[in-house]
């Protein structure tokens, strides 16, 4: 599959509010993206909220990819995400 941007890559959508009652279900639901091999892009252009949990969430997407051996790609990363992450101490979890 062909990632926006052109780039081949295993793609999932994320959409809806990324928040502390929706991330419980949507993390059980994304156990099985980090199985196979090369690298797995996340688009979070249908996140419509997010809180600290949801930050959470891509913080640990982040450590299971990295134990399952895959790179992990975000694309549309919220404006509302990029502030939580500075203000919780973690300016560089996002590239530029």
Same mark, same amino acid.
């Given at each position: 599959?062909?990632?926006?941007?052109?780039?081949?890559?295993?793609?999932?959508?994320?959409?809806?509010?990324?928040?502390?009652?929706?991330?419980?279900?949507?993390? /059980?639901?994304?156990?099985?993206?980090?199985?196979?091999?090369?690298?797995?892009?996340?688009?979070? %252009? *249908?996140?419509? =909220?997010?809180?600290? %949990?949801?930050?959470?969430?891509?913080?640990?997407? =982040?450590?299971?990819?990295?134990?399952? *051996? =895959?790179?992990? =790609?975000?694309?549309?990363?919220? /404006?509302?995400?990029?502030?939580?992450?500075?203000?919780? *101490?973690?300016?560089?979890?996002?590239?530029?």
């Amino acid at each position: 599959m062909t990632a926006p941007g052109g780039q081949e890559g295993d793609v999932r959508p994320v959409s809806g509010p990324l928040v502390f009652d929706t991330v419980p279900d949507i993390y /059980a639901a994304s156990k099985g993206w980090f199985t196979g091999s090369g690298e797995l892009v996340l688009d979070l %252009a *249908g996140v419509t =909220r997010v809180d600290s %949990a949801g930050l959470a969430l891509v913080v640990e997407w =982040r450590r299971v990819a990295q134990t399952a *051996g =895959r790179a992990l =790609r975000l694309l549309n990363i919220p /404006a509302q995400m990029r502030v939580l992450a500075r203000v919780n *101490g973690l300016p560089g979890i996002f590239p530029e």
